[in-house]
């Protein structure tokens, strides 16, 4: 979808499906907003709360880890008289309406083939031909729904400045990473963002880290693209830096936005020059410059400022049960709520850094067509992901990567991270995932670059053998 007229007509489509939508919400009170424990889901629930609050329209927010049955039953027994599914819920429309659930649905992941069962209102990038995984995210879709109900109450742009949210989604949810910048409908928010004053973008280095570390630790905990020689070693990005001509400090260590621009561009292109010598490819260090996202009206040196920082603060509130924390910050608190944040993040950057030791001294196991590693307990199900997602990068690219771990009630999660060449080469790990899951008794889903599943333990084998020869059939077809 790069047609300019192309992504124009899809934005129509979707503002139209928002505008039913939004007729719906306004005849209502009492809602219940349900979303998920990850960062697209904290900002697609934060826009469509914000934007029920200033209409003065009360809600109840309900975060899940995944939409399954069970959590359908705990949805219904809360009686609220409408629900708004966000950044969930396209793939379990027919059970939404089986249980006779007025609701909305405001989700990016691939919509489950429900014939009859329709929803009042049904948002999702993929019905109108857009790609959830790359094209908008979840907090994208509710972002629409915001403006169509500012629009709907006479008050058209007044929800602009929720944008910001919608580019921290995407980011968290990594649709910039295929090509190094938000594409699609995720640029035309981004481009309202821009015009509303609150989000600028611009490129520069992509390391995690730009707003609140220190430049040689920055360097240090690169993972994407990985630096050999730099990567993991503290005393050599000290060394490489003072080499490149960089004062690390002076009454407090220089991040890199302390960095005049000659600094930067001095840094940038040693480390170009570096990777190359070390045999790194021409592919991966073009990584190394993207885009990157400022959130203006936050205040520099923190988290929030940077759309990627601000993503990964938000998931270790609410991969961690604290949801609630994360939609406080993500509504504006930057008080308790931010130092309660920033405190959870110093534990998940340690969980982190665990699950890649563990995976490191357990190996990854290859299969014919994917490869997979079993974290069992030692990494939680809610970031085995993440960290799949982080071995990735460093692991053969050639097939996707499975991941492993139980979750407390005792099943299996599933994680599965591909690459943009595999999805071009047919893969579609939401297809093989839920197919899978479902022949096992369990359920999948996602996008076809990243979908998960939840397992009955002992199906782990057949689940396996399934995903194998699903994604050998996709790549060769
Ligand atoms: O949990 P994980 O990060 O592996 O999920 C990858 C993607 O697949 C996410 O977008 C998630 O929402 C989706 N997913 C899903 N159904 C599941 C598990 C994950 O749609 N049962
Ligand atoms: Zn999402």
């Not at 469509?48 to 927010?61: D, F, K, N």
């Not at 939680?380 to 097939?399: H, P």
């Not at 297809?431 to 996008?447: I, N």
Request: proline share 3%; aromatic share 6%; net charge negative.
């Amino acid at each position: 979808m790069r047609d300019a007229q192309e992504i124009s007509g899809k934005f129509a489509d979707l503002k139209e499906l928002c505008r039913e939508a939004a007729g719906e919400i306004r005849k209502h009170q009492d809602l219940l907003v349900v979303s998920h424990v990850d960062a697209d889901g904290l900002t697609s629930a934060a826009v469509v709360c914000t934007a029920l609050q200033r209409l003065g329209i009360e809600y109840r927010p309900l975060f899940f880890r995944q939409l399954d049955v069970t959590a359908l039953g705990q949805v219904a027994d809360h009686g609220a008289d409408l629900v708004i599914f966000t950044d969930l819920g396209s793939g379990m429309v027919k059970e939404i309406c089986s249980l006779g659930l007025r609701a909305v649905v405001a989700d990016h992941h691939k919509p489950s083939l429900a014939e009859d069962a329709r929803p009042l209102a049904h948002i999702n990038p993929h019905l109108v031909g857009a790609d959830g995984a790359t094209d908008l995210s979840g907090s994208g879709t509710s972002f629409l729904l915001a403006s169509a109900l500012a629009e709907a109450a006479g008050s058209s742009g007044c929800n602009d400045d929720l944008s910001a949210l919608a580019v921290v989604g995407a980011v968290g949810d990594l649709q910039d990473l295929a090509k190094g910048h938000l594409l699609g409908l995720n640029r035309e928010i981004l481009e309202i963002g821009s015009k509303a004053g609150v989000v600028s973008f611009s490129r520069d280095i992509k390391l995690f880290g730009r707003q609140t570390r220190p430049v040689f630790k920055m360097l240090e905990y690169s993972q994407d693209p990985y630096l050999p020689g730099l990567s993991g070693n503290e005393d050599a990005c000290i060394a490489f830096l003072k080499d490149v001509g960089i004062r690390l400090g002076g009454e407090r260590w220089r991040r890199w936005i302390d960095l005049t621009q000659e600094e930067k561009a001095s840094v940038v292109t040693s480390l170009l020059r570096k990777g190359l010598r070390s045999g790194v490819s021409h592919v991966k260090l073009e990584r190394l410059i993207g885009e990157v996202y400022v959130l203006l009206h936050e205040r520099e040196g923190t988290e929030p400022r940077d759309a990627s920082e601000y993503s990964t603060l938000l998931n270790a509130t609410a991969r961690y049960g604290y949801a609630d924390v994360g939609l406080r910050v993500c509504m504006g608190d930057r008080d308790k709520a931010f130092e309660e944040a920033k405190h959870l993040l110093n534990q998940h950057r340690q969980n982190l850094v665990n699950g890649l030791k563990l995976v490191s001294q357990r190996g990854i196991t290859p299969l014919r067509n994917i490869q997979y590693f079993d974290a069992g307990e030692a990494i939680l199900d809610t970031i085995v992901g993440i960290v799949a997602g982080m071995c990735f990068q460093m692991a053969d690219r050639s097939r996707p990567i499975l991941a492993f771990a139980r979750t407390p009630e005792g099943n299996l999660k599933v994680s599965a991270r591909g690459t943009q060449d595999l999805v071009r080469s047919g893969l579609d790990l939401a297809l093989a995932m839920s197919g899978a899951a479902k022949a096992v008794g369990g359920v999948g889903g996602g996008h076809n670059v990243a979908a998960g599943a939840t397992i009955p333990p002992e199906a782990k084998q057949q689940f396996l053998d399934l995903v194998d020869s699903t994604v050998g059939c996709q790549l060769s077809s």
